[in-house]
């Protein structure tokens, strides 16, 4: 058997490059372990950055996505007993986000992808990477062989691909964190329009939501933390004690849904090429939930990797994707720093002393308190511009800045 691309994994980002590379006129197979049923309940993030919603409409998958998905011009930090909106219409007039959950991402690429005759096959044993160091690379799986010109290793952090390049050729990059998220799904109205990040003594609570009649919610929970240490109660007693801290504020409580416990932790793996396999998503790169990058960072990869093949086949130049890594890395890097920045200065640190706290209380304040400093939240909470990432010279800074000598 062959195709042009062999891509590992049907989650957003190897979903979306067959979508993409099918638009393109280029074939791929798709090679999912999970089931159909399985990958399109995954309870995920729901945070869609300006540009990944206008790519997933450009590319005819966001029909539902634009007449369901919640359009949010702000969010609120929450601390020292006050709420603080970051306006984005104030901030960075015409950019929002869209709060629509990952999953219902993942349905619209499959239907997509079947509707279009798209060869997506699901429930994929012991897929192996091959002679990825070659001009001709195969993946077998299930007693199968499947001859490509390039493998996209779509499969998340736990895949095979990254892990199918020799030792010595990737350099990881990582920060664990000294604690977790416990996400819990709840049919309950949400107590507030927009999305509320809550630092607390007791630790961080994230209010946000995935329609009007459900709500989404994260507690910070120690690394390692047992679900089965929370049961339904125990996590509304902790929701209300970290989110009822500013007047006038009720916790709306519910049927809890779906729980479980996400680790934090910050990894890159350089470059996100070895030969012709090609990492995109989270087999490239993982940030703590924070800044809600994932599903973001894995659409700008993936957008990278379609322009660069389609050029390849076009004009038979490997010059895009010689620089796929660099000018994915450009974006992820910018990612990481943010996702970081947010972790940091909205979670409690045991290892944080009186003067670390007062800090974090300093930097908060600026944050909530800064027109320029919260501009920063909030062109990187909505998501830079694609063009940012092209390879080059740093975008110039503003005029005034550039007429005072820096660059
Ligand atoms: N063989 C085939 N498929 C695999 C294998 C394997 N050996 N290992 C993993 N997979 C599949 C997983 O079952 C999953 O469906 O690869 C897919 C990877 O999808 P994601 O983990 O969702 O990664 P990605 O598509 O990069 O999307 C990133 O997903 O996990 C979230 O927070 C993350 O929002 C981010 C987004
Ligand atoms: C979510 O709704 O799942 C969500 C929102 C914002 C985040 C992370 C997750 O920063």
Redesign the pocket.
């Known amino acids: 058997m062959r195709t042009q691309v062999g891509i590992i994994g049907a989650g957003p980002a190897g979903l979306l490059l067959s979508h993409l590379l099918h638009l393109r006129g280029i074939g791929s197979v798709v090679l999912e372990r999970r089931s159909r049923a399985h990958v399109e309940r995954r ?5 869609l950055e300006q540009g990944t919603v206008d790519t997933l409409v450009a590319a005819g998958v966001g029909e539902r996505l634009l007449r369901e998905g919640l359009v949010h011009r702000g969010i609120e930090l929450r601390h020292g007993g006050a709420g603080h909106r970051v306006a984005f219409e104030r901030l960075v007039p015409g950019r929002a986000i869209t ?1 629509y ?2 999953q219902e991402v993942v349905k619209d690429l499959v239907a997509a992808r079947l509707a279009a005759g798209g060869d997506v096959r699901f429930e994929v044993g012991d897929v192996a990477v091959h002679d990825a160091g070659t001009d001709r690379p195969h993946l077998t799986f299930g007693g199968e062989r499947l001859d490509c010109d390039v493998i996209a290793g779509c499969d998340g952090f736990h895949g095979v691909s990254r892990a199918s390049v020799p030792e010595g050729v990737l350099t990881a990059y990582e920060r664990d964190y000294p604690f977790a ?1 416990l ?1 819990v799904l709840a049919r309950v109205r949400p107590s507030a329009e927009e ?1 509320i ?1 809550a630092r607390s003594e007791r630790g961080f609570a ?1 209010h ?3 329609s009007p009649e459900i709500s ?1 919610f ?1 507690l910070q929970v120690p690394a390692g933390e047992d679900v089965a240490d929370w049961p339904d109660e125990r996590i509304w007693a902790e929701l209300r004690a970290r989110l009822e801290t500013v007047p006038g504020f009720t916790l709306a409580t519910g049927e809890i849904v779906e729980k479980g416990v996400t680790p934090m932790r910050s990894f890159v793996a350089e470059p996100m090429r070895y030969g012709r396999l090609f990492l995109a998503g989270d087999a490239a790169h993982i940030v703590p ?4 990058k994932g599903l973001n960072l894995a659409v700008a990869d993936v957008r990278v990797l379609t322009e660069a093949l389609a050029h390849w086949y076009a004009t038979g130049s490997a010059d895009l994707l010689d620089g796929y890594s660099d000018t994915c890395l450009r974006r992820v890097w910018r990612a990481q720093h943010f996702s970081w920045w ?1 972790t940091t200065l909205l979670h409690t640190f045991d290892s944080d002393d009186a003067y670390g706290r007062r800090l974090q209380h300093s930097h908060l304040d600026y944050v909530t308190s800064s027109a320029a400093a919260a501009t920063t939240l909030a062109e990187n909470y909505v998501g830079l511009p694609y063009e940012r990432d092209l390879p080059g010279p740093a975008p110039a800074a503003a005029e005034d800045d550039r007429n005072e000598g820096t660059s």
């Open positions: 309870v995920r993030a729901g945070v709060v959950g990952q998220w996400g999305l990040y994230l946000s939501m995935r989404r994260y939930p924070t800044g809600a947010m």
